[in-house]
């Protein structure tokens, strides 16, 4: 009974053996598997078809980027450039003002001084001309009028090196932004409109009135 045991077997496994070798059977895949290295290759397929897509796409958006960064450059140039000529318009004006302002701080004392100048001319314009150089009979008189006469030209000197200039309108046109009409007359010498007489000469300081000249004026 061993014996056709073992020849049993023998027989089996040369079966099994033959039909391992055999040619005509194939190990072959799952079809499963068949799916997946499809679906793999299409998927694979796909990425390279939408890879030059996506560059396209991330180069326009990089061109994109960088038009607004330009844009942006060139607005903040341009609040740049203004706030720096606003800041030059604002120095210039700042230092008109402060120019202004020491040149025309002296107005008011100035005219105060003006009182002081129109006295002293009054009191040489009294002196008679005739005794004005007269040192034998008068020479306590003729030294006084000198010496009222260098201090008036002394105070004219200090108001002139201050910007204070007269205004001697005698035989000039008429001018209401220099002259103040005192008072008409009929002259037929003379042209209409023109100065004839002053009876307070008028003064400016850098160019601006600070007191006007009290004139005549011809009227025919």
Known sequence: MSLSLSLFRRGLFNNVK?????PSIRITRPPHRILLSTAAQ????NNSNNAPASEKTEKVEEIDDSAVKDKQIAELKD???????????LRERTRKEVESTAQFAIQKFAKDLLNTVDILNLALSSVPAEVRNDTQNNPHLVNLYTGVSLTESELLNILRRHGVEKIEPLGQKFDPNL???????????KEPGIVCDVQKVGYSLFGRV??????GVNNS
């Open 18 to 22: 033959g039909s391992f070798l055999s």
């Open 42 to 45: 299409e998927n694979d397929t």
């Open 179 to 189: 002259h103040e009409a005192i008072y008409q007359v009929n002259d037929p010498n």
């Open 210 to 215: 600070i007191r006007p000249a009290q004139v």
């Open 79 to 89: 609040s740049y450039l203004r706030c720096l000529a606003d800041m030059e318009n």
